[in-house]
């Protein structure tokens, strides 16, 4: 039987990352740094990857997107992008938390994944082992207590893709189809993310909109 063929974009940090693999083979790659043109570059780079991988949209049998946490319009960039194509293609769609994709690589043991939340802030996610044991909130940097913080490091599309291998390898599926959010203190949402890797398409900002409608 043919191994799925998967295509992952993450938008989630200033980095836009886009990577095709089947198996353990990564067929295709493309990386940019440039905070303030996810929209503009995101699109370049899936067709660059496409290209590089000799595929077309149709071949991809699996589509995937980091769901952040990350800044508003970069993050969504990339999980609108991920859900045009699947719809377009009647192609299978899972979001998986960016951080996971960070923590992948890391050793196993007890760690927090911080990336920029901006606002002098940064999106916060507790591991153990690898596996996720807290929901990503903001927090100001210094209150992170851990003493083992992970942080400069951007996710990258192909380690979405590890995720979800070994997530489908372990007959796991999309448990929910909604995150339950809790107004917080300040200026912040509460995520009550289960602990699943794959996950909806849905977008982890993490903040109230600044705009609100009048009484």
Known sequence: MTEPIFLAIDTSTAQISIAISQ????????TRIDALRHAELASVLIQAALKQASLTPKDIDIYLCGIGPGPFTGLRVGIISAKIMAMVNQKPLFGICSHDAIAYLQPKSTFTVVTDARRKEVYATEYQGNKRVSTPLVKKREDIKSQQVVEGVFPLAEDLIRQA????ANNEKLQVENFLLDEAENDGAKVKLPT????PAIPLYLRIPDAKPKA
């Open 165 to 168: 291998q070994f997530a489908l």
């Open 196 to 199: 699943d890797i794959l996950l």
């Open 23 to 30: 198996g353990k083979k990564v067929l295709a790659s493309e």
